[in-house]
């Protein structure tokens, strides 16, 4: 069976190839009291359907997102190690997080797995240790199954539908809060929910674009 998105449910959208996902779970005891859901999402897809380039195909904004995620973490005091490479292939370890039930005690082992040790789970050995890890046996024929893998699309067709473009991002309120230091927002926002209804919040967030879009003939 899969199982859609309840929009009226907080949740918390993250893609293992992202450091800042990891970074925020790391704060976990930080986090407002709700119970947000761990879903996991492709994160190409996110940018590939709002028109968004991949950031490392721009090669300064890639080096200064590895030196960025570096800083966080120190600053942070979270053990932190870049993966073998950057960019991988996400899809088995988030396949792997949906047949194991999604539980944030497993999340969080694979993205220490991935970012505190730095290994890589999208080689094969990679990914056999993160199954041992995670004491899955057999994770290379349960991430085939077509209903895990069904799963992982819903999340990202619902989240696209729900306006999510990034990782992480929590939902709260029906609101959007993306990117690790988006984090004291959400938390103003759990205590003071009528912020959006401010007049000002409410002005910026209907304000006319300045540049007109171009028509192609």
């Known amino acids: 069976m899969i199982d859609g998105i309840d929009a009226n449910q907080p949740a918390w959208f993250y893609d293992f190839v992202s450091p800042f996902s990891y970074l925020l779970l790391e704060q976990h005891e930080k986090w407002p009291g709700f119970d947000f859901v761990p879903t996991p999402v492709q994160l190409t897809e996110l940018y590939r359907y709002w028109g968004q ?5 721009v090669p300064a904004k890639r080096i200064f997102t590895y030196r960025h995620a570096l800083f ?3 600053q942070l005091g979270i053990p932190f ?7 991988f292939d996400s899809i088995k370890p988030m396949l792997l997080a949906i047949a194991a039930g999604g539980e944030f005690a497993c999340v969080r082992e694979i993205f220490r797995f991935i970012w505190r040790e730095g290994r890589d789970p999208s080689s094969e050995e990679g990914f056999e240790q993160l199954c041992e890890r995670v ?3 057999h994770g290379e024929s349960i991430i085939e199954e077509e209903s895990v893998r069904a799963q992982l699309r819903r999340n990202t067709n619902d989240a696209i539908a729900m306006g999510v473009f990034g990782v992480p991002t929590f939902w709260m309120n029906k609101q959007l809060f993306w990117g690790e230091d988006a984090l004291p927002m959400l938390l103003y926002c ?10 000002e919040v409410k002005r910026i967030s209907t304000l006319p674009s300045g540049i007109l879009k171009t028509v192609e003939d």
């Open 53 to 57: 380039p991949l950031g490392a195909a």
């Open 72 to 74: 966080r973490a120190e």
């Open 81 to 87: 190690k870049m993966p073998p490479a950057h960019p």
């Open 135 to 137: 004491g899955i046996a």
């Open 190 to 199: 759990a205590r003071s929910p009528n912020w959006f209804e401010s007049r």
